[in-house]
T-cell receptor, first 114, second 113 residues
Framework: GAGVSQSPRYKVAKRGQDVALRCDPI?????LFWYQQALGQGPEFLTY????????KSGLPSDRFFAERPEGSVSTLKIQRTQQEDSAVYLC????????????FGPGTRLTVT | DQQVKQNSPSLSVQEGRISILNCDYT??????FLWYKKYPAEGPTFLIS?????DKNEDGRFTVFLNKSAKHLSLHIVPSQPGDSAVYFCAADYGGSQGNLIFGKGTKLSVKP
């Protein structure tokens, strides 16, 4: 079956531009997570949805970052007024139930801010 | 301050031998640990996990050992194969209703034929 998909796979933005990153989780997966992975680092938690409810956004680095999952399936991570420090791979993961630790990751979107 | 530490950025092993990847953690509230494997340009894929109530979990060539008193876990791969060459991430979770994972920085394993 289809795994988690993310688009675009690569995005180059000029500093100050807004970007939107899309995640299509595995069908039927309740939980959806966004992570940010800087070069040479492990993924770092950004935010978490259970269905359409955003239950934790404590990892979002600033109010320029916004995520939504309006119908409990597809999610969008939006970054406003991008800065160079936002350059990273943004990973989306989904899991079947609320407390399932075995998260399935998408391939990520590599964002480069110039 | 990193709560999950993988102190070896890289490891090189001969095909057929054992690979041992190590991970240390600082928070005794973690109750579940996982290993993920990542190939270039792909997302991490789940490999194996262990609950804090156990000290060993085995799945085929992969075994994870947990030493709670030392706050240390390790992943053993026996025998190592060239296809195992990847970056391995150790991750931990507090439990509860959320399940967001805290990752180490990863160890790049190279298995040489």
């Amino acid at each position: 079956g289809a795994g988690v998909s993310q688009s675009p796979r690569y995005k180059v933005a000029k500093r100050g531009q807004d970007v939107a990153l899309r995640c299509d989780p595995i069908s039927g997966h309740v939980s959806l997570f966004w992570y940010q992975q800087a070069l040479g680092q492990g993924p770092e938690f950004l935010t978490y949805f259970q269905n359409e409810a955003q239950l934790d956004k404590s990892g979002l680095p600033s109010d320029r970052f916004f995520a939504e999952r309006p119908e409990g399936s597809v999610s969008t991570l939006k970054i406003q007024r991008t800065q160079q420090e936002d350059s990273a791979v943004y990973l989306c993961a989904s899991s079947l139930v609320e407390t399932n630790y075995e998260q399935y990751f998408g391939p990520g979107t590599r964002l480069t801010v110039t | 301050d990193q709560q999950v530490k993988q102190n070896s950025p890289s490891l090189s092993v001969q095909e057929g031998r054992i690979s041992i990847l190590n991970c240390d953690y600082t928070n005794s509230m973690f109750d579940y640990f996982l290993w993920y494997k990542k190939y270039p340009a792909e997302g991490p894929t789940f490999l194996i996990s262990i609950s804090s109530i156990k000290d060993k979990n085995e799945d085929g060539r992969f075994t994870v050992f947990l030493n709670k008193s030392a706050k240390h876990l390790s992943l053993h791969i026996v025998p190592s194969q060239p296809g195992d060459s990847a970056v391995y991430f150790c991750a931990a979770d507090y439990g509860g209703s959320q399940g967001n994972l805290i990752f180490g920085k990863g160890t790049k394993l190279s298995v040489k034929p």
